[in-house]
């Protein structure tokens, strides 16, 4: 036998063991240990639905979801990881099967204007339309549907267990609930028919057309805005600004209750100038009134070469807002801090004063100041 | 043979030197820079052994171009210059080609580390055909054999010297230069004395390009300024641990290690999560023994507790002193600080606690594994009283746990059951274990309160325990599968760790196995048979190495300092069998116990872990005398097939020398990250050893050996 022969024949026999042979449980969990447990692919599944927003073209279904304008070509799958090309059709493969199901306070989304103190029954598939180099959740959203451990929920059950959870409404969140657009919207069009409020968290990477149809059955959003730098949001995001900048004035346009989030991380989105640019284009387009969130960094994911937020640059950035004319600003992750209350705009006194996810005193009557009578916009009854 | 002759015994044993002094110095870095775990540490060792072996390959084809009077003085020239250069691109590398404080991805990565490491890998490989060369010419009948001794001999003083000696003395920058000097110094003399004045001028003027271009950049001080914009340095330290950085930064000061955030002050939320989650569980008079961590904010948080006393312990001494310097415990009789390894001190302590917190580094080594295993969890387990709790983390899950992140959490979930009786797991701002033999209670908040214990982030405002609950709940029925127990000699956890790391980049973990099987497949191929028995030698030298670096870890701790004491060791063995396989008489019965000793040593070794807890010194001792005679095995085989390959003075033995070296790559690629996990130590040496025996009996299938005696006693070796 020569020497090549040999070494094939001992391959060939090692495959056809692998193949094969039946491992027992301590080599079989081993086994898993190295090659892991696999994922199945199996085309279309029974949580497909057809997409909306697309259009075909010669080399592909071009969806019109959000602003990556993916071409798809046959077989392929979308930016996002949510959705398919089978056959010249584009479907969503994330219909019904979220991979986190949770019951969260309200104000973790955070949402402090709108119904504060409730609960919100929160749902997310896998998938996301950016690649944020610090995504506390990348176990869901840079992976596909496919990849996660998914619980069947289809969207009256979702409604179903909002309710029995005794929740005052669906969150939509996590992962980027654009890239489960169908998903959310018809378990939103239900939820709406029962009384439930819905709400959207998400980095605002959509496209106009499917945000105004989402609109007339979305309550509440909350909308990363990451920075204001489009080299910035390419390079951290993977992303672009104008996008999110549209999202935030339609969605004020449209009355959607609308507060926005900016996590201040060191080194990339804590320049203060930057901020002061930030807060001046919010209150020129009027959006002076929508509550703005600075958040603390935590090292996560693959920005974990960056040390947490200090709590003075979430203070420069919060005097920076309320400099240039923001009403209701926020420290987020900070606990305890004084700018976790909520102060009325006209008189400045704490009106709302919050520990955590708790209100510790109120003092507002329906919507109102209660020392100066100012109106307090917000959601503030779930009637 | 005038001294001029015998430059080239200078040149190999300032290459083996300078080769050694500086793969520890890199490593170490590349540790650092590429924030290691085992498979990083496997990379770059990976690397810098196949570069090495293929410019060895490579240069068979045209060493002869080069005239053989000027060999030595370009070994030293390259010697002395290229080192600190390298040093300088590789802290440069990950803040120019990685966005400012994100991991480098692990593509770029590996590209990188090969592409920086190649000018000197390559060209130390390249230098051994050559020395080989100037050998022969200089009439040393054995050549190979001999460049191979001095070679080694110049790593076990490279080893000795830098990785021993001047470890605690210099930062890596300054060893570098020492050892540029060194040759730089050697190189000069050797000019002069031989009256090479072209070479000898070009030398000097290389020693003062190198040190106007160290004190232009600034050296590490550039880089430390790229890395923290903004920062106020307070301290950087180069530790066994890593590289130790303190900034100060908007009112907060901040401890790196190796670039990655320990802990930082006003870090509210974590500290209390840390310490109520668990110290609330037994909240009278309680006694806590912390592990790691910031022990001034972690205290703090204890001694709320009425009647409470805590022990912090921490083995890094350098980040005790930094932590006494810019986080100092307030002045209280009952907080003691203790330096000592966790594992030690908590297999002699005659104290008792109520409560252990473990927090430490996720289990990415084996070096920060070795507390996440099934007997360091007892050692936990020994010392707390009777009903008493352990709180081990991992990063947090509390969204959704990935198939990879479950598997982590899975496994160390059946490794605390081995030890303790209920086991919840709490997802929060980090992944909480609370291990017990008494009740463990998950309504933290209510417990807190209960307590009467001031909180500013654990209560009921934050935490609310039926949210908490339901999450734990989800979390316990995910995690209700059969997986393999963490020990010592079976480190699965690092493998799920590792695993869970590749993820991040979207990678699959057998990748490198895929990869070095290709390379493999290649070279078998390629090569003899008398080749594929130097290779099995090579392979098993070096899971000898590592096996004996894994136990010692396991054993001591920290092996950074040992790591070079190591290299001295076997590198002191390898060349005692290259001079000694020089001159001995090569027959197939020698030459199978000797491969066979090479795999004796390795089972010997593995069967040391379980010995070294009872008798830690005649282990050491064992394990000492395993690593000289398994590498004196693996240096006589050496020389045994160099001077069967083609006659003693043929420079074409450099491939040889190439195989030598590519087994031992791909033993370091896949054994630490990957057949040491899944099969354990014992399989894996007993997979050695069937691996020897192969690879013997497929070498002493050589027309060589079948040749038999004849020829071997024809033709002088």
């Keep these: ?383 | 043979m005038g001294p001029a002759g015998k430059s080239w015994k200078v040149a190999a044993l300032l290459m083996g030197g300078v080769a050694t002094g500086t793969q520890v110095v890199l490593l170490r870095e590349a540790l650092s820079a590429f924030l290691g775990n085992e498979l990083v540490i496997s990379t770059v060792l990976f690397s810098w052994l196949t570069l090495t072996g293929t410019g060895a390959w490579t240069a068979r084809y045209w060493s002869r171009r080069i005239p053989m009077r000027d060999i030595p003085l370009i070994v030293l020239g390259v010697v002395m210059f290229l080192p600190p250069v390298t040093l300088h691109v590789l802290r440069l590398f990950p803040l120019v080609c990685a966005p400012p404080g994100s991991l480098l991805d692990v593509r770029i990565f590996i590209g990188g580390s090969i592409l920086i490491l190649a000018p000197f890998c390559l060209l130390t490989g390249a230098f051994f055909p050559l020395l080989v060369r100037a050998a022969a010419e200089a009439d040393d009948v054995r050549a190979a054999a001999s460049v191979y001794a001095w070679e080694a001999l110049g790593s076990l003083m490279g080893g000795a010297l830098f990785g021993v000696l001047l470890f605690d003395i210099l930062p890596s920058q300054d060893v570098l230069l020492l050892l540029s000097g060194i040759a730089g110094l050697c190189g000069l003399a050797l000019a002069l004395y031989t009256k090479r004045w072209r070479p000898g001028s070009l030398l000097g003027a290389g020693m003062i390009i190198l040190a106007a271009v160290v004190y232009a950049t600034g050296g590490e001080r550039g880089a430390l300024s790229l890395r923290y914009p903004g920062h106020t340095i307070l301290e950087h330290t180069e530790t066994p641990y890593g590289v130790l950085d303190v900034t100060r930064f908007g009112g907060q000061t901040s401890v790196f290690l190796n670039n990655v955030p320990l802990f930082v002050t006003d870090d509210v939320a974590g500290v209390e999560e840390e310490v109520h989650f668990a110290v609330v569980q037994r909240p009278v008079s309680p006694r806590v023994l912390i592990v790691g961590g910031n022990p001034s904010s972690l205290s703090r948080e204890v001694l709320k507790y009425d009647g409470s006393d805590v022990v912090c312990l921490e083995e890094n001494s350098w980040l005790r002193s930094a932590e006494m310097k810019y986080l100092p415990v307030a002045p209280d009789a009952r907080v003691h600080l203790v330096q000592a390894d966790p594992r030690a001190y908590m297999r002699t302590t005659d104290q008792r606690y109520h409560i252990v917190i473990l927090v430490a580094p996720d289990p990415a080594t084996i070096q920060t594994n070795r507390l996440f295993t099934a007997e360091a969890l007892a050692c936990m387990h020994r010392v707390l009283v009777p009903g008493g709790v352990l709180s081990v983390s991992l990063p947090s899950s509390e969204e959704y746990a990935g198939a990879d992140a479950r598997q982590l959490r899975a496994i160390l979930l059946n490794t605390l059951k081995l030890s303790f009786a209920h086991v919840v797991l709490l997802p929060a701002g980090r992944d909480l274990f609370l291990a017990s033999d008494g009740e463990v209670r998950t309504d933290i908040a209510s417990a807190v309160h209960d307590a009467g214990i001031p909180t500013g982030y654990v209560n009921g405002d934050y935490v609310q325990d039926d949210l908490l609950q339901q999450r734990a709940q989800r979390m316990s029925t995910l995690l209700a599968v059969p997986t393999p127990v963490n020990t010592d000699g079976h480190p699965v956890l690092m493998l799920a760790q590792i695993r869970y790391w590749l993820r991040f980049f979207a990678l699959d973990a057998m990748l490198p196995v895929a990869v070095c099987a290709g390379l493999v497949a290649f070279v078998l191929l390629r090569c003899d048979r008398i080749a594929i028995g130097l290779m099995t030698a090579g392979s098993t030298g070096m899971i000898l190495e590592l096996i004996v670096i894994m136990i010692v870890q396991v054993a001591f701790g920290n092996v950074y300092k040992m790591i070079g004491g190591l290299v001295a060791i076997c590198m002191a063995g390898m060349s005692a069998g290259a001079i000694a396989g020089r001159r001995m008489r090569i027959t197939p019965r020698r030459y199978a116990a000797l491969q066979g000793g090479g795999a004796l040593a390795v089972l010997i070794a593995a069967h040391m872990l379980v010995r070294m807890g009872e008798t830690p010194v005649t282990g050491a001792v064992i394990l000492a005398g395993c690593l000289v005679s398994g590498s004196f095995a693996a240096g006589t085989v050496f020389a045994f097939c160099a001077r069967m390959r083609s006659g003693a003075q043929d420079p074409r033995v450099a491939g040889l020398y190439a195989c030598d070296l590519l087994g031992a790559a791909f033993a370091t690629l896949i054994v630490g990250p990957y057949l040491l996990p899944v099969f354990g130590v014992s399989s894996l040496a007993g997979a050695t050893a069937v691996m020897v025996l192969i690879g013997t009996g497929i070498s002493l299938t050589s027309p060589v050996w079948l040749r038999q005696r004849g020829y071997l006693e024809a033709e002088p070796m």
């Design chain 1, 1 to 383: 036998v020569r020497k090549r022969e040999f070494l094939q024949w001992c391959g060939a026999g090692v495959l056809c063991g692998l193949a094969g042979a039946p491992l027992p449980e301590r080599w079989r969990a081993n086994a898993n240990l190295l090659f892991g447990a696999g994922t199945p692919d199996d085309g279309l599944w029974r949580w497909s639905k057809e997409a909306l927003f697309v259009e075909n073209t010669g080399a592909g279904i071009h969806c019109l979801k959000c602003p990556n304008g993916c071409t798809i070509p046959d077989g392929g799958t979308g930016i996002c990881r949510n959705r398919v090309n089978v056959h010249g059709t584009l479907y969503s493969i994330a219909y019904g099967n979220p991979c986190a199901v949770h019951v969260d306070p309200i104000e973790k989304k955070p949402l402090m204007h709108f119904l504060p103190g409730t609960r919100a029954f929160s749902i997310a598939t896998a998938g996301c339309n950016l690649s944020c180099l610090n995504c506390q959740n990348w176990q869901i959203s840079q992976v596909g549907p496919k990849e996660t451990d998914n619980t069947d929920l289809m969207p009256k059950e979702v409604v179903d267990a909002c309710v029995k959870n005794e929740c005052a409404s669906i969150a939509y969140t996590y992962g980027e609930p654009t890239t489960f657009y169908e998903y959310a919207y018809d378990t939103a069009v239900l939820a709406r028919r029962r009384g439930i409020r819905n709400v959207w968290k998400s980095n605002g990477y959509i496209e106009e057309g499917p945000l105004r149809q989402l609109c007339g059955v979305i309550d509440a959003a909350n909308i990363d805005l990451k920075s204001f730098d489009d080299s910035i949001y390419g390079r951290l995001n993977a992303g672009t600004l104008a996008p999110v900048l549209r999202t935030l004035r339609i969605f004020h346009e449209m009355h959607v209750w609308l507060e926005i989030t900016n996590l201040v991380i060191p080194g990339w989105t804590d320049d203060v100038e930057m901020i002061r640019r930030m807060c001046d284009w919010l209150v020129a387009h009027g959006l002076d009134s929508v509550p703005l969130h600075f958040t603390r960094f935590l090292p996560l994911y693959k920005l974990n070469q960056v040390s947490p937020t200090p709590v003075k640059q979430l203070e420069d950035a919060h005097a920076a807002a309320v400099n240039a004319g923001m009403k209701y600003v926020y420290i987020g992750n900070v606990p305890g801090h004084p700018r976790e209350h909520t102060y009325c705009h006209q008189c400045g006194k704490m009106i709302l004063e919050r520990r955590g996810y708790t209100i510790v005193t109120t003092h507002m009557i329906k919507g109102h100041c209660a020392f100066c009578h100012a109106a307090i916009p917000g959601v503030w009854s779930p009637v």
